[in-house]
């Protein structure tokens, strides 16, 4: 199972920006994925994440409204798009995966993954 983030970058406050997950070694219909965030001096937080059965996603609650998690099942590959931006948004992104089955909402907790790939830099500023 490997997991590699890309699409990171500078952005401007209020603009957008789509950073993706690209999976191999197993099929994302099979898995729940979660994006994570850890920003300097803080603990790793959930931002974002979809079931693999039946693609139910769900958000934190600083992510709701703004950010959309999403899959291409025929590249096996993980989105997340962020809108609005905010400075506070600036972190490290990394994505996740188990092939665990808990209810789809417990896939944002960093404690039920198993897999991690290599992040991604968000830096949000002006």
């Known amino acids: 199972v490997q997991l590699q983030a890309s699409g990171g970058g500078l952005v401007q406050p209020g603009g957008s920006l789509t950073i993706a997950c690209a999976a191999s070694g197993f099929t994302l219909d099979s898995y729940g994925i979660g994006w994570f965030r850890q920003a300097q001096g803080k603990e790793r937080e959930g931002v974002a994440c979809i079931s693999g059965s039946d693609g139910s996603t769900a958000y934190a609650e600083s992510a709701k409204g703004r950010f959309t998690i999403s899959r291409d099942n025929a590249k096996n590959t993980v989105y997340l798009r962020m809108n609005a931006l905010k400075p506070e948004d600036t972190a490290y992104y990394y994505c996740?995966?188990?092939?665990?089955?808990?209810?789809?909402?417990?896939?944002?907790?960093?404690?039920?993954?198993?897999?991690w790939g290599k992040g991604t830099q968000v830096t949000v500023s002006s």
């Open positions: 996740a995966a188990t092939a665990s089955i808990v209810y789809y909402t417990d896939y944002i907790y960093p404690e039920v993954m198993d897999y």
